[in-house]
């Protein structure tokens, strides 16, 4: 076990998975292409890039470019039954509508070979986002971010324990790179790849619910929630299999003929 890197807690939202994460889902997603996207994927990128390498490329423009934050989330309003597009992306400038707006445009070839390119990263990043459980819940502690908890001995925030904290306390990359490949079965893949974005983020919210806030000690409403191996326990396969998800989704995106 790699030992949790306290890190710095902010009061907005911050990046999902972290760059390991990211670089995980896209990894696998690169292995499940066929030859044919493949080749696409290499066209649209320069030469030497790959999808993983440049995974985190929408977290690093995200500082300079800040109408892109609000892309990265929907909000969900956790005490609901669920996503409803009207309430909970009016604007359609949440994760969801630009999944489908860059899906389109990576896939449209009268396009600019740049703005392809940038439709591709931002695709295989909010693909990922979608996936970590606090990209799509509400509880009205800005997606985890004003949550302290201390985790095996570390202050930190909710959200920054399911970007990266749990991972750090999970085996090395390329081990759990290896793991994950193995554990998916061709039945799953084909589940999964079915269907609509929606329902994907519908998926993450009910993690949310149902294991990243109800798991949480009850101690939670009176001090700083004291979380060790028991919410790991819990936790981990979720991250696991989430991981799984995006990665079988972002490939059956990019599988999709122009």
């Known amino acids: 076990m790699r030992a949790l890197t306290l890190l710095a807690l902010f009061s907005t939202r911050i990046f999902a998975w972290g760059v390991e994460g990211h670089r995980l889902v896209a990894r696998m997603a690169q292995d499940m292409l066929t030859p044919a996207a493949a080749a696409r994927v290499e066209a649209t990128l320069a030469p030497g890039e790959t999808i993983a390498a440049l995974a985190s490329w929408a977290d690093e423009v995200r500082r300079t470019r800040k109408e892109t934050a609000p892309w990265h989330y929907v909000n969900i309003e956790i005490n609901s039954s ?12 949440c994760v969801i509508s630009k999944i489908e707006q860059f899906r389109k445009q990576w896939r449209d070839p009268s396009l600019p070979a740049g703005q392809r390119r940038e439709a591709l990263l931002f695709l295989v990043h909010f693909v990922g986002d979608m996936h970590q459980p606090l990209h799509c819940a509400d509880n009205h502690d800005e997606g985890g971010n004003e949550l302290t908890v201390d985790f095996e001995g570390a202050r930190l925030n909710l959200h920054r324990l399911w970007d990266s904290g749990l991972l750090d306390h999970m085996p090395p990359e390329d081990q759990l790179y290896v793991t994950l490949e193995r554990a998916m ?13 929606e329902s994907w983020a519908q998926e993450s919210f009910n993690a949310a619910r149902e294991v990243v806030y109800d798991d949480l000690p009850q101690a939670a409403t009176r001090g700083v929630p004291q979380l060790g191996e028991a919410y790991q326990r819990e936790a981990e396969p979720v991250v696991e299999r989430q991981l799984e998800k995006a990665a079988v989704r972002l490939a059956a995106i990019l599988n999709e003929a122009p």
Do not use: F, I, N
């Not at 669920?82 to 992306?89: F, P, S």
């Not at 079965?185 to 974005?197: C, N």
């Open 82 to 93: 669920g996503l409803e597009m009207k309430r909970d992306c009016p604007a359609q400038d």
């Open 185 to 197: 079965t061709p039945a799953e893949k084909e589940e999964w790849a079915r269907g609509s974005v």
